[in-house]
């Protein structure tokens, strides 16, 4: 019953194990700070960046941008607000 328990858990929660990329054992997580990511995974291979509307009448605004890894035939998409990683999707690269 422990072990039906804990799949259940693990496939009724699978957002807890989407967002992150290990590289050379190191995890990087959304949260995480663009310092974090350069320090483990280096300068990405492409980027884009610009100026976010943070609320409805944009009164407030905010940077955000769109890094581009590819580690171990993976292609990563990390996307950033505010120097912290917001999003971290994969795709294989072939």
């Not at 320090?39 to 609320?55: D, E, M």
């Not at 890894?69 to 294989?92: C, E, F, P």
Request: with cysteine; hydrophobic share 45%; net charge positive.
């Amino acid at each position: 019953m422990k072990r039906i328990s804990i799949l259940a858990l693990a496939l009724l929660a699978p957002g807890a194990f989407a967002d992150q990329m290990v590289i050379a054992g190191n995890a990087i997580r959304d949260g995480d700070s663009v310092s974090r990511l350069i320090k483990y995974a280096g300068q990405p291979i492409a980027r884009g960046s610009g100026t976010v509307c943070l609320n409805r009448d944009c009164s407030r605004r905010g940077s955000a941008a769109t890094w581009i890894y590819l580690h171990d035939d993976i292609q990563y998409t990390v996307s950033i607000r505010n120097s912290k990683i917001v999003a971290i999707d994969w795709k294989h690269a072939n």
